[in-house]
Nanobody, 123 residues
């Protein structure tokens, strides 16, 4: 059974850091691109970052470039999203999603989704 499970969400002050984890089971992570998405209350789900299969290219939405870093550990079947210099506007539920091969251009291209983890940035 294919499963993605996110963890690492928390309440953090502005300027702080968090590392989100996306643990995969039921498939070989190395063959899949993993994307991170987020959805704030009242807003559409947006793509934040993606890492292609086999340590291929990585992508970031402009609002997180220079602050977030995506990486993968295929031995642990886990993808990470290191988030630094967090801002209140980063507050959202963060989801990871998987698609075979290359990063999808839209969320509709992703086949597998986790349940999400809450990130709240507030003083």
């Amino acid at each position: 059974q294919v499963q993605l499970v996110e963890s690492g969400g928390d309440l953090v002050q502005p300027g702080g850091s968090l590392r989100l984890s996306c643990s995969a089971s039921g498939f070989t992570l190395d063959y899949y691109a993993i994307g991170w998405f987020r959805q704030a209350p009242g807003k559409e789900r947006e793509g934040v970052s993606c890492i292609s299969s086999s340590d291929g290219p990585t992508y970031y939405v402009d609002s997180v470039k220079g602050r977030f870093t995506i990486s993968r550990d295929n031995v642990k079947n886990t993808v990470y999203l290191q988030m630094n210099s967090l801002k209140p506007e980063d507050t959202a539920v963060y989801y990871c999603a998987g698609v075979y091969g290359w990063c999808g251009r839209s969320r509709t291209e992703y086949d597998y989704w986790g349940q999400g983890t809450q990130v709240t940035v507030s003083s």
